[in-house]
């Protein structure tokens, strides 16, 4: 099946129209698996049933995928999109950043983007809302901006649906005049109504 460059949800062109509608801001975008059964029942025991273990194995899966292992290769850092304090306590650890640290350890930057205020959960809003639900939630770290610039940054995170968390993370990054940035995802949801987890992308 032939998929989207930006966004990695199927379509007939290299880049589908509601890329080029949405102006998608990162150059390149890889999703190892689409968010069905049985990842979504593995994605969700992960994130909420502290199953840290499975980081592994996604990272396992990511790296298996021919275009997110070329992206990852090519890049000078990987960033994992970052979570508040609040659900770093929920959870205990950050899904993204062991995602990130199992993909592509000696390149990881855990702390390269900071999340300056709690969100809500992104699930069950809509692609405007999610966008107004981030803002000026996200920011590069003051003390690893120098070492980001004119660099290939590659995100990663375990869920993309509308790409409104990764686009706030890009558009941080670009501020920071970061060279190139790209996403490397574990799963994609084809719509938000399948995504039923609370997604923070």
């Known amino acids: 099946?032939?998929?989207?460059?930006?966004?990695?949800?199927?379509?007939?062109s290299e880049i589908c129209l509601d890329c080029l509608k949405h102006?998608?801001?990162?150059?390149?975008?890889?999703?190892?698996?689409?968010?069905?059964?049985?990842?979504?029942?593995?994605i969700l025991d992960f994130k909420f049933h502290a199953n840290a273990g499975l980081?592994?194995?996604?990272?396992?899966?990511?790296?298996?995928?021919?275009?997110?292992?070329?992206?990852l290769k090519q890049a000078d850092f990987?960033?994992?999109?970052?979570?508040?304090?609040?659900?770093?306590r929920q959870r205990g650890f950050n899904p993204a950043q062991l995602v990130a640290q199992g993909v592509a350890k000696d390149r990881c930057l855990n702390q390269a983007l900071i999340k300056l205020k709690h969100t809500?959960?992104?699930?069950?809003?809509?692609?405007?809302?999610?966008?107004?639900?981030l803002e000026n939630s996200i920011a590069v770290n003051?003390?690893?901006?120098?070492?980001?610039?004119h660099r290939h940054v590659v995100l990663i995170d375990d869920v993309m649906t509308t790409g409104s968390t990764l686009s706030t993370c890009a558009k941080a990054l670009q501020s920071s005049s970061v060279a190139r940035v790209s996403c490397v995802v574990l799963a994609r949801a084809d719509s938000i109504s399948a995504a039923q987890s609370d997604s923070s992308a």
């Open 23 to 42: 102006a998608a801001v990162w150059q390149s975008c890889a999703c190892a698996v689409t968010y069905q059964e049985p990842w979504r029942s593995l």
């Open 55 to 71: 980081a592994k194995v996604f990272s396992e899966v990511m790296l298996a995928h021919p275009m997110a292992a070329a992206l």
């Open 120 to 133: 809500l959960p992104q699930s069950g809003l809509e692609r405007v809302q999610r966008l107004r639900n």
């Open 142 to 149: 003051p003390l690893m901006a120098t070492q980001l610039k």
């Open 78 to 88: 990987v960033v994992p999109v970052p979570v508040s304090k609040e659900r770093l």
């Open 1 to 12: 099946v032939a998929r989207c460059r930006l966004c990695a949800l199927p379509s007939d």
